[in-house]
């Protein structure tokens, strides 16, 4: 616990200055709520500049200290106060903090999110360990985007491993998600600033995507999110303030769209830039409606100060990676006749997006959980009557920055239905998620009629909060070595023996599965050294977590010993494959069940 909270107030702390600094070099001389997303974006394309230079975390801990230092200089004396703001934000963070953390309090330790949801952060954890040691990865080599990996190998070399540094980088983009919209939420009773906000920063999808350990699609969201609003309050004060600072009052946005492209790559900015351009599309044809070219001139040259520092910003920033993005785009997750499901049962109804879902897991279908059909209609329902009465309200108030944003996501959305697989559309569900949360709640609580407001508050937020305490958690460390060890245990099957705590608490079956795939696997409580044969056909048995110096089963000769495990082959070789079922990158659903992975009751022969 005290490394993913000290993790998460080191990165929290850090881009909260160093945003707040970009925020001040844009023209902002008061706090802003933008400024720890604006950061993270900013320190994460800086970590992965770093990492690769001699020294690897030392290095890229170097330069994020340097630039909050130099962030902090910035800030002398250019920030005024703003009263009332501190207290709403700092409550704000204070609960945020509390519901992100629920995963971890409900299962009593902080360890590898999502195991059992989702066995992703197995290759992330190999990946930013490559990353710490210079070595070479398959994600490092295929362009994959490791921003948020380099930050986690920073903050690793202050002491927290990197699953407690992953962890904390969780805490704080859920702490900062929440702290975004409360820049457009002014004018407000604080209890409704900060319920509101809440419902944004965890819309449903965002909090089943962060429970799962999905860090880059809520980094996304996040980068999302801040850009809307971001945009949003640069359109509204645009004649405001020094005219000397026009052409820097879009810097922090092209710190968004930098940081997408290092933490989410080309798709990343796909998602800002098309967010920019359907805003400014509406624009200009609004214009050339109400006063004809003249109109649309004005606008253009109001605009193209800001507009060509920042693309020249963000033009400069990711040049470096052009070759990767160009590899990335070869990734296999791109591949619309790929196996496409990835860790989802079927195609998500995108009613989950509403942000009204009564399960605690959102790949439930209507019915197929604890809850009614009816409760999930219902509740979609609801949450579509307050998207619209909050999209009409914000278009009669003439804002139109979010609703174009959602607009462009929606388009996105589209386009992965058609062109794409299920596992891209829901991905492409969770990052606009947000603005539908957004868009709805301001709507109804800035002028609207309170009962709904009310209503739909309490709602979203019951489904979210029901799939942050359901959030399964697992190891609370996490070894290369059964990853490594996975080539030399060949075509046979193998039989791991684990402790009942590990497989029961920890969610053990599914993480030790998910490191030895690519081989037959069955999975078993360990239990006292036994004089009779092994199971059938079982060429190898590997004990994780307390090898013993005596063999499980009769006829096995010690094979080989790493850390945290030991590796028993049998005196004489078996021939075949075995009865243990053959673990694919296709059982990413539930990796852990014997009948996803194709092998009926042949999970565990001969001791379960």
């Known amino acids: 616990m005290p490394a993913t909270y000290a993790s998460f107030l080191l990165v929290l702390g850090a881009s909260a200055v160093a945003g707040q600094a970009i925020l001040a070099l844009s023209g902002r001389r008061t706090p802003s709520a933008l400024a720890p997303a604006v950061g993270l974006a900013a320190l994460v394309s800086l970590a992965w500049a770093a990492v690769r230079l001699p020294g690897e975390g030392a290095a890229a801990l170097a330069a994020i200290g340097a630039a909050v230092v130099a962030s902090a200089l910035v800030l002398r004396g250019r920030l005024a106060p703003v009263a009332g703001v501190p207290a709403v934000a700092l409550t704000t963070g204070a609960i945020a903090t509390v519901a992100t953390s629920l995963p971890f309090l409900v299962e009593g330790r902080f360890g590898i999110l999502g195991t059992g949801l989702n066995p992703d952060m197995s290759q992330h954890l190999l990946a930013t360990e490559r990353l710490a040691t210079g070595g070479g990865d398959r994600l490092i080599a295929e362009g994959y985007p490791l921003g948020p990996h380099a930050l986690v190998v920073a903050v690793s070399e202050l002491g927290p491993s990197a699953v407690h540094a992953f962890g904390g980088l969780t805490l704080a983009v859920a702490v900062a998600a929440s702290l975004v919209p409360l820049a457009v939420l002014g004018g407000l009773a604080a209890r409704w600033r900060i319920g509101a906000a809440l419902v944004v920063g965890f819309a449903y999808l965002a909090a089943a995507y962060l429970v799962q350990g999905a860090f880059k699609e809520t980094i996304q969201a996040l980068f999302l999110l801040a850009f809307a609003v971001g945009l949003h309050e640069l359109v509204r004060g645009w004649r405001d303030g020094q005219a000397g600072r026009r052409a820097l009052r879009a810097l922090p946005l092209a710190a968004l769209a930098i940081g997408s492209v290092y933490a989410y790559s080309f798709p990343g900015l796909a998602w800002l830039v098309g967010a920019a351009a359907a805003w400014a599309a509406l624009e200009l044809a609004l214009a050339r409606r109400r006063g004809g070219q003249r109109a649309v001139s004005r606008l253009v040259r109001e605009a193209a100060p800001a507009a060509t520092v920042a693309g020249a910003v963000l033009l400069a920033a990711i ?290």
């Open 319 to 608: 040049l470096p990676e052009i070759g990767r993005i160009v590899e990335f785009a070869r990734f296999e997750t791109f591949d619309p006749d790929g196996p496409g499901l990835g860790n989802l049962f079927g195609r998500l109804s995108p009613l989950v997006a509403l942000g009204i879902w009564p399960s605690g897991d959102f790949r439930v279908a209507p019915g197929d959980g604890a809850a009614p059909a009816a409760a999930f209609y219902l509740g979609a329902m609801l949450a579509f009557v307050a998207l619209a009465a909050g999209l009409h309200r914000w278009l009669k108030r003439g804002e139109r920055v979010v609703p174009a944003a959602l607009a462009a996501a929606t388009i996105l959305w589209l386009y992965a239905l058609v062109a794409g697989t299920p596992y891209q559309e829901a991905k492409a569900l969770a990052l606009a998620a947000p603005l539908v949360a957004l868009i709805a709640v301001r709507g109804l609580v800035v002028g609207g009629p309170r009962p709904l407001a009310l209503a739909y508050l309490v709602a979203a937020a019951a489904s979210s909060l029901l799939v942050l305490a359901n959030g399964p958690v697992g190891p609370s460390s996490h070894s290369t070595a059964l990853r490594e060890l996975q080539p030399t245990l060949g075509s046979g099957s193998t039989l791991v023996l684990a402790p009942p705590r590990m497989l029961e608490e920890e969610h053990g079956r599914d993480y030790l599965v998910w490191e030895l795939r690519g081989g037959r696997v069955c999975v078993a409580e360990a239990g006292p050294p036994s004089g009779a044969p092994p199971p059938p056909e079982v060429a190898r048995v590997l004990i994780v977590e307390g090898g013993r110096d005596a063999p499980p089963f009769s006829g096995l000769e010690l094979e080989r010993a790493g850390e945290g495990y030991v590796l028993w082959a049998l005196t004489e070789p078996v021939a075949g494959e075995g009865p243990c079922p053959f673990i694919s990158d296709g059982a990413r659903a539930d990796p852990g069940d014997p009948e996803a992975a194709g092998a009926g009751d042949a999970a565990a022969p001969g001791r379960e």
